[in-house]
């Protein structure tokens, strides 16, 4: 049972336009949301999270949203440049009674392809 | 700095081999892990640790054994390696206290099993 979705496995968008990547996900128990970005041959690295209690978090050019009710969330990248081109995975945590939580539940990830 | 160092990068093993993958940190961090990244599959976690002498099973852990006997060290060990085991291997620390989201991943070390 695939609890973090992203339907779409890669994306082609135009330099300087909008990038939307987005994600869905099944379990409303989730306490936050995550992206990652991920170059070939090397780890994933942080990019952007937020807190099921807010509805966006902004940083510089990277927005996530966060819809509950639909169990939904998008990063938006705005304006696109050439090196964003990577995997972006989306994941999920919930926070367990002590406040701190282990286990990251990822997505499949979306191919974000920018170009020139 | 080095941040989380992966060896090796590459290893081809024979089913029914078995191999340690090394995971060392140098950021004083509580929490270690390993993933596995297969096609389509996105990254799955197989152990973590949140402290020396302290390890737990993740998602996808048969297979598998580590150990924490130090802070900075994290070994994953196949016992006997098998096809299913082909894949992409992470190994991933993160900050003691508070929310433990922003992960730092290594390189990672892709292992073919024949």
């Known amino acids: 049972d695939q609890q973090v979705k992203q339907n779409s496995p890669s994306l082609s968008v135009q330099e300087g336009r909008i990038s939307i990547l987005n994600c869905d996900y099944t379990n409303s128990m989730f306490d936050y949301f995550l992206w990652y970005k991920k170059y070939p041959a090397e780890g994933p690295t942080f990019l952007i999270s937020?807190?099921?209690?807010?509805d966006k978090n902004e940083d510089g050019r990277f927005t996530v949203f966060l819809n509950k009710s639909a169990k939904h969330l998008s990063l938006h990248i705005v304006p696109s440049q050439p090196g964003d081109s990577a995997v972006y995975f989306c994941a999920a945590l919930r926070l367990n009674s002590g406040g701190s939580n282990y286990k990251l539940t990822f997505g499949k990830g979306t191919l974000l392809t920018v170009n020139p | 700095n080095a941040g989380v160092t992966q060896t090796p990068k590459f290893q081809v093993l024979k089913t029914g081999q078995s191999m340690t993958l090394q995971c060392a940190q140098d950021?004083?961090?509580?929490?270690m892990s390993w993933y596995r990244q297969d096609p389509g599959m996105g990254l799955r976690l197989i152990h973590y640790s949140v402290g020396a002498g302290i390890t737990d099973q993740g998602e996808v852990p048969n297979g598998y054994n580590v150990s924490r006997s130090t802070t900075e060290d994290f070994p994953l060990r196949l016992l006997s390696a098998a096809p299913s085991q082909t894949s992409v291997y992470f190994c991933?620390?993160?900050?003691?206290?508070?929310?433990?989201?922003?992960?730092?991943f290594g390189s990672g070390t892709q292992l073919s099993v024949l």
């Open positions: 991933a620390s993160s900050y003691s206290g508070g929310i433990r989201e922003k992960l730092f």
């Open positions: 937020i807190s099921s209690i807010k």
């Open positions: 950021m004083n961090h509580e929490y």
